[in-house]
Protein backbone atom coordinates (compact mmCIF):
# COMPACT_ATOMS: atom_id res chain seq x y z
CA UNK A 1 0.00 0.00 0.00
CA UNK A 2 1.17 3.50 -0.62
CA UNK A 3 2.70 5.54 2.00
CA UNK A 4 2.82 8.83 0.84
CA UNK A 5 3.03 11.98 3.44
CA UNK A 6 -0.16 14.37 3.00
CA UNK A 7 0.76 17.88 2.26
CA UNK A 8 -1.14 21.13 2.97
CA UNK A 9 -0.48 23.83 0.75
CA UNK A 10 -1.99 27.25 1.67
CA UNK A 11 -2.07 29.80 -1.42
CA UNK A 12 -2.69 32.94 -0.55
CA UNK A 13 -2.77 34.43 -4.23
CA UNK A 14 -3.00 38.15 -4.22
CA UNK A 15 -4.12 38.85 -0.51
CA UNK A 16 -2.03 39.81 2.75
CA UNK A 17 0.49 42.81 3.11
CA UNK A 18 3.45 41.66 5.21
CA UNK A 19 1.94 42.70 8.70
CA UNK A 20 -1.67 40.81 7.81
CA UNK A 21 0.80 38.33 7.41
CA UNK A 22 2.40 37.85 10.66
CA UNK A 23 -0.85 38.21 12.06
CA UNK A 24 -1.57 35.43 10.57
CA UNK A 25 1.15 33.56 11.33
CA UNK A 26 0.85 34.62 15.00
CA UNK A 27 -2.31 32.64 15.36
CA UNK A 28 -1.63 29.87 12.69
CA UNK A 29 1.48 28.49 13.90
CA UNK A 30 0.57 27.06 17.55
CA UNK A 31 -2.86 25.74 16.02
CA UNK A 32 -0.73 23.14 14.11
CA UNK A 33 2.40 22.55 16.33
CA UNK A 34 1.14 19.28 16.70
CA UNK A 35 0.58 18.51 13.21
CA UNK A 36 3.20 16.51 12.14
CA UNK A 37 0.76 13.75 10.11
CA UNK A 38 1.80 16.17 7.43
CA UNK A 39 3.85 18.66 5.83
CA UNK A 40 2.65 21.57 5.96
CA UNK A 41 3.19 25.24 3.37
CA UNK A 42 2.36 28.81 2.91
CA UNK A 43 2.83 30.13 -0.40
CA UNK A 44 1.84 33.99 0.49
CA UNK A 45 2.73 37.07 -2.07
CA UNK A 46 6.36 38.01 -2.73
CA UNK A 47 6.65 40.79 -0.45
CA UNK A 48 5.23 38.82 2.28
CA UNK A 49 7.64 35.65 2.23
CA UNK A 50 10.25 37.67 4.53
CA UNK A 51 7.41 38.38 6.75
CA UNK A 52 6.27 34.88 6.75
CA UNK A 53 9.40 33.18 7.08
CA UNK A 54 10.61 34.59 9.68
CA UNK A 55 7.95 33.49 11.58
CA UNK A 56 8.02 29.70 10.70
CA UNK A 57 11.27 29.44 11.12
CA UNK A 58 12.16 26.30 13.35
CA UNK A 59 8.65 25.13 13.07
CA UNK A 60 7.87 22.27 10.35
CA UNK A 61 6.08 24.85 8.01
CA UNK A 62 7.63 25.74 4.79
CA UNK A 63 7.28 28.18 2.07
CA UNK A 64 6.48 28.59 -1.08
CA UNK A 65 6.26 30.82 -4.02
CA UNK A 66 3.35 30.95 -5.94
CA UNK A 67 5.43 31.46 -9.55
CA UNK A 68 8.86 31.45 -10.93
CA UNK A 69 10.86 32.15 -13.91
CA UNK A 70 13.21 29.85 -15.78
CA UNK A 71 16.00 31.85 -16.45
CA UNK A 72 18.28 32.57 -13.12
CA UNK A 73 19.07 35.84 -13.93
CA UNK A 74 18.44 38.86 -16.84
CA UNK A 75 16.47 41.38 -17.98
CA UNK A 76 13.12 40.54 -17.47
CA UNK A 77 11.46 43.29 -15.64
CA UNK A 78 8.71 42.05 -13.27
CA UNK A 79 9.92 38.46 -13.02
CA UNK A 80 11.46 36.44 -10.00
CA UNK A 81 14.31 33.70 -10.42
CA UNK A 82 14.49 30.44 -8.68
CA UNK A 83 17.95 31.60 -7.09
CA UNK A 84 16.25 34.36 -5.49
CA UNK A 85 13.13 32.37 -4.26
CA UNK A 86 15.80 30.26 -2.20
CA UNK A 87 17.45 33.52 -1.13
CA UNK A 88 13.63 34.62 0.24
CA UNK A 89 13.97 31.64 1.85
CA UNK A 90 11.55 29.41 0.01
CA UNK A 91 11.26 25.31 -0.34
CA UNK A 92 8.71 24.77 -3.06
CA UNK A 93 7.21 26.76 -5.55
CA UNK A 94 4.02 27.09 -7.10
CA UNK A 95 3.91 26.33 -11.30
CA UNK A 96 1.09 26.19 -13.72
CA UNK A 97 -1.50 27.28 -11.48
CA UNK A 98 -4.83 27.54 -13.30
CA UNK A 99 -5.13 31.66 -13.06
CA UNK A 100 -1.28 32.20 -14.32
CA UNK A 101 -2.35 29.74 -17.48
CA UNK A 102 -5.91 31.29 -18.28
CA UNK A 103 -4.51 35.09 -17.71
CA UNK A 104 -0.74 34.89 -17.54
CA UNK A 105 -0.14 33.49 -21.00
CA UNK A 106 1.58 30.04 -18.74
CA UNK A 107 1.56 27.04 -20.88
CA UNK A 108 2.86 23.79 -20.91
CA UNK A 109 6.24 24.44 -22.02
CA UNK A 110 6.86 27.21 -19.78
CA UNK A 111 5.44 24.82 -17.38
CA UNK A 112 8.44 22.18 -18.01
CA UNK A 113 10.76 25.21 -18.33
CA UNK A 114 9.89 26.39 -14.65
CA UNK A 115 10.09 22.65 -13.43
CA UNK A 116 13.91 22.32 -14.72
CA UNK A 117 14.84 25.38 -13.50
CA UNK A 118 12.70 25.08 -10.01
CA UNK A 119 14.60 21.24 -9.58
CA UNK A 120 17.91 22.92 -10.48
CA UNK A 121 17.79 25.04 -7.71
CA UNK A 122 16.64 22.05 -5.51
CA UNK A 123 13.39 23.70 -4.68
CA UNK A 124 9.91 21.38 -4.76
CA UNK A 125 7.67 22.32 -7.68
CA UNK A 126 3.89 22.03 -6.90
CA UNK A 127 2.83 21.85 -10.60
CA UNK A 128 -1.34 22.19 -11.04
CA UNK A 129 -2.97 20.71 -13.48
CA UNK A 130 -6.75 20.76 -14.61
CA UNK A 131 -9.62 20.81 -16.70
CA UNK A 132 -12.15 23.79 -17.39
CA UNK A 133 -15.62 23.06 -17.47
CA UNK A 134 -16.41 22.61 -21.19
CA UNK A 135 -13.33 20.39 -21.50
CA UNK A 136 -14.72 18.17 -18.49
CA UNK A 137 -18.39 18.19 -19.78
CA UNK A 138 -17.50 17.42 -23.46
CA UNK A 139 -15.73 14.29 -21.89
CA UNK A 140 -12.12 15.47 -22.66
CA UNK A 141 -10.78 15.55 -19.21
CA UNK A 142 -8.42 12.71 -19.64
CA UNK A 143 -6.90 14.04 -22.56
CA UNK A 144 -6.15 17.62 -21.38
CA UNK A 145 -4.67 15.97 -17.89
CA UNK A 146 -2.25 13.50 -20.26
CA UNK A 147 -1.52 16.66 -22.92
CA UNK A 148 -0.83 19.10 -19.26
CA UNK A 149 1.42 15.83 -18.11
CA UNK A 150 3.37 15.13 -21.08
CA UNK A 151 3.57 19.04 -21.87
CA UNK A 152 5.18 19.65 -18.29
CA UNK A 153 7.02 16.84 -17.20
CA UNK A 154 7.65 13.98 -19.59
CA UNK A 155 10.80 15.45 -20.31
CA UNK A 156 11.92 14.91 -16.55
CA UNK A 157 14.79 12.69 -15.70
CA UNK A 158 13.28 9.89 -13.41
CA UNK A 159 15.28 11.12 -10.04
CA UNK A 160 14.07 14.81 -11.52
CA UNK A 161 9.85 13.03 -11.47
CA UNK A 162 10.25 11.76 -7.84
CA UNK A 163 10.98 15.51 -6.95
CA UNK A 164 8.00 16.82 -7.58
CA UNK A 165 4.51 17.28 -5.93
CA UNK A 166 1.52 17.64 -8.64
CA UNK A 167 -2.26 19.27 -7.39
CA UNK A 168 -5.23 18.55 -9.58
CA UNK A 169 -7.31 21.63 -9.70
CA UNK A 170 -10.40 21.25 -11.69
CA UNK A 171 -10.80 25.07 -12.74
CA UNK A 172 -15.08 24.94 -12.42
CA UNK A 173 -13.91 24.14 -8.76
CA UNK A 174 -11.61 26.96 -8.05
CA UNK A 175 -12.74 29.69 -6.19
CA UNK A 176 -16.58 28.69 -6.76
CA UNK A 177 -17.58 26.75 -3.51
CA UNK A 178 -17.94 23.77 -6.27
CA UNK A 179 -16.06 20.97 -4.71
CA UNK A 180 -15.14 17.72 -7.17
CA UNK A 181 -16.36 14.67 -5.06
CA UNK A 182 -14.18 13.23 -3.07
CA UNK A 183 -14.73 10.11 -5.76
CA UNK A 184 -14.77 12.28 -8.55
CA UNK A 185 -11.54 13.89 -7.41
CA UNK A 186 -9.91 10.04 -6.92
CA UNK A 187 -11.15 9.16 -10.23
CA UNK A 188 -9.19 11.95 -11.91
CA UNK A 189 -6.16 10.93 -9.47
CA UNK A 190 -5.47 8.00 -10.86
CA UNK A 191 -5.53 8.75 -14.80
CA UNK A 192 -2.40 11.44 -13.69
CA UNK A 193 -0.69 8.21 -11.71
CA UNK A 194 -1.66 6.22 -14.62
CA UNK A 195 0.24 8.76 -16.59
CA UNK A 196 3.31 9.07 -14.59
CA UNK A 197 3.24 5.11 -14.09
CA UNK A 198 3.54 4.87 -18.09
CA UNK A 199 5.98 7.59 -18.07
CA UNK A 200 8.48 6.94 -15.41
CA UNK A 201 7.26 3.36 -13.88
CA UNK A 202 5.62 2.07 -11.14
CA UNK A 203 7.74 3.17 -8.11
CA UNK A 204 7.34 6.94 -9.43
CA UNK A 205 4.10 6.51 -10.25
CA UNK A 206 3.38 4.80 -6.14
CA UNK A 207 5.54 7.66 -4.52
CA UNK A 208 3.75 10.62 -6.14
CA UNK A 209 1.99 12.64 -4.01
CA UNK A 210 -1.12 14.31 -5.88
CA UNK A 211 -3.09 17.28 -4.08
CA UNK A 212 -6.52 18.29 -4.50
CA UNK A 213 -7.24 21.34 -5.04
CA UNK A 214 -10.75 23.96 -5.97
CA UNK A 215 -12.71 24.75 -2.60
CA UNK A 216 -11.31 22.49 -0.04
CA UNK A 217 -13.00 23.51 3.15
CA UNK A 218 -12.43 22.22 6.74
CA UNK A 219 -15.78 20.58 6.18
CA UNK A 220 -15.15 18.80 3.11
CA UNK A 221 -11.33 17.82 3.52
CA UNK A 222 -11.82 14.81 5.52
CA UNK A 223 -14.12 13.15 2.69
CA UNK A 224 -11.14 13.89 0.45
CA UNK A 225 -8.38 12.49 2.25
CA UNK A 226 -9.89 9.85 3.02
CA UNK A 227 -9.65 8.68 -0.31
CA UNK A 228 -6.38 6.91 -1.23
CA UNK A 229 -5.71 8.45 -4.48
CA UNK A 230 -5.66 11.91 -2.43
CA UNK A 231 -2.51 12.66 -0.86
CA UNK A 232 -3.29 16.53 0.21
CA UNK A 233 -5.14 19.50 -0.26
CA UNK A 234 -4.10 22.95 -2.49
CA UNK A 235 -6.09 25.21 -0.53
CA UNK A 236 -7.12 29.40 -1.53
CA UNK A 237 -9.74 30.56 0.05
CA UNK A 238 -10.14 28.83 3.31
CA UNK A 239 -6.41 29.55 3.81
CA UNK A 240 -6.70 32.99 4.56
CA UNK A 241 -8.20 33.13 7.83
CA UNK A 242 -6.17 30.94 10.33
CA UNK A 243 -8.66 28.86 11.94
CA UNK A 244 -10.33 27.18 8.95
CA UNK A 245 -6.59 26.64 7.57
CA UNK A 246 -5.18 25.33 10.68
CA UNK A 247 -8.85 23.23 10.44
CA UNK A 248 -8.05 21.56 7.59
CA UNK A 249 -4.27 20.77 8.34
CA UNK A 250 -5.52 19.38 11.50
CA UNK A 251 -8.21 17.13 9.11
P1 LIG B 1 -9.87 27.78 -3.73
O1 LIG B 1 -8.54 27.91 -4.62
O2 LIG B 1 -9.55 26.89 -2.56
O3 LIG B 1 -10.20 29.19 -3.31
O4 LIG B 1 -10.93 27.18 -4.62
C1 LIG B 1 -7.71 26.82 -4.85
C2 LIG B 1 -6.53 27.23 -5.71
O5 LIG B 1 -6.71 28.01 -6.64
O6 LIG B 1 -5.38 26.80 -5.47
Known sequence: MANRTPVIVGNWKMFKIGAEATEFDLKFVPLVKDADHCDIVLAPPLTALEAVGRKI????????????????????????????????????????????RQFYGETDETVQKKVKAALAEMLTPIVCVGEVLEEREAGRTEQVLQRQFEGGLAALTPPEFSRIIMAYEPVWAIGTGKTATPELAAETHSLLRDAARKRFGDQAAEGLRILYGGS????????????????????????????????IVNF
Open 57 to 100: EGTRIGLAAQNVHWDQEGAQTGEVSAPMLVDAGCQYVIIGHSER
Open 216 to 247: VKPDNVARLMAEEEIDGALVGGASLKPDSFAA
